[in-house]
């Protein structure tokens, strides 16, 4: 009776490994076929570093980006070493979201 168990339990990890790859395999062409479209893009003069820090952006809720914009002014600030208060961009990006929004 251990066996037939053994022999189950084998079958379905195989099971499972069998799937993963194949859905490894399917990433992969994925994987593939955006590299194909970002060649595309850089082949037409876009930038697709901007265009994938877009679709970062894209997946995030506006106040996370809001916080993002706020922290990037921080840092330039303080890499220029103006001084400036953080997040005089990004305030002023928001205004404009909402601007827009309320339009």
């Keep these: 009776m251990a066996h037939r168990q053994d022999n189950i339990a084998g079958a379905q990890l195989r099971s499972f490994f069998e799937r993963i790859e194949r859905i490894n395999e399917e990433i992969d062409a994925l994987n593939n076929d955006k590299s194909e479209v ?12 901007v265009m994938r820090i877009v679709l970062q952006r ?27 208060k953080a997040g005089t961009k990004s305030a002023t990006r928001a205004r404009a979201r909402e601007e827009d929004e309320d339009a």
């Excluded at 970002?38 to 570093?49: C, H, L, M, Q, R």
């Design 58 to 84: 894209r997946k995030m809720d506006s106040a996370e980006v809001m916080e993002r914009d706020t922290l990037i002014d921080l840092y330039e600030s303080v890499l220029k070493g103006t001084g400036k």
């Design 38 to 49: 970002y060649a595309e893009a850089k082949a037409t003069d876009f930038d697709v570093k």
